[in-house]
């Protein structure tokens, strides 16, 4: 199966909690805890684009499974890391987050992020 498409931000857990323990700004969590992120993936083999949009901000990343990159994060910090695939799950640690994104079924995309207890959990759509 193929992560390549455009997937819409359908519901989310846990959005504020994660996002003060890695410090981003209240103002920042207030205006982007309703906005309905879009994630757009680009998989050619093991090569990646992934661009998500989130209101004005626009986050890109590109990757090579199993090859060392620089990701961007959520808050801006660029990390060293290595993106690995297991079956439908990509696996990424960047710094003290494991991010593990999956492809449940070819129109449901779930991203877990962890940083010890604190589990913020996106479930997005196929919209094209």
Same mark, same amino acid.
């Given at each position: 199966?193929?992560?390549?498409? @455009?997937?819409?931000?359908?519901?989310?857990?846990?959005?504020?909690?994660?996002?003060?323990? %890695?410090?981003?700004?209240?103002?920042?969590?207030?205006?982007?805890?309703?906005?309905?992120?879009?994630?757009?993936?680009?998989?050619?083999?093991?090569?990646?684009?992934?661009?998500?949009?989130?209101?004005? @901000?626009?986050?890109?990343? /590109?990757?090579?499974?199993?090859?060392?990159?620089?990701?961007?994060?959520?808050?801006?910090? @660029? %990390?060293?890391? /290595?993106?690995?695939?297991?079956?439908?799950?990509?696996? /990424?640690?960047?710094?003290?987050?494991?991010?593990?994104?999956?492809? /449940?079924?070819?129109?449901?995309?779930?991203?877990?992020?962890?940083?010890?207890?604190?589990?913020?959990?996106?479930?997005?759509?196929?919209?094209?």
């Amino acid at each position: 199966m193929s992560f390549s498409g @455009k997937y819409q931000l359908e519901s989310q857990e846990g959005f504020v909690e994660f996002m003060k323990a %890695v410090g981003l700004p209240d103002e920042l969590i207030e205006k982007g805890k309703d906005i309905k992120s879009v994630s757009e993936i680009e998989q050619n083999g093991d090569q990646f684009k992934v661009v998500i949009t989130t209101g004005a @901000k626009v986050l890109t990343n /590109v990757f090579t499974i199993g090859q060392e990159t620089e990701i961007e994060t959520l808050t801006g910090d @660029k %990390v060293k890391a /290595v993106v690995n695939k297991e079956g439908n799950k990509l696996k /990424v640690v960047l710094n003290t987050i494991t991010s593990i994104t999956e492809l /449940v079924d070819e129109n449901t995309l779930v991203n877990t992020l962890t940083r010890g207890n604190l589990v913020y959990k996106r479930i997005s759509k196929r919209v094209a």
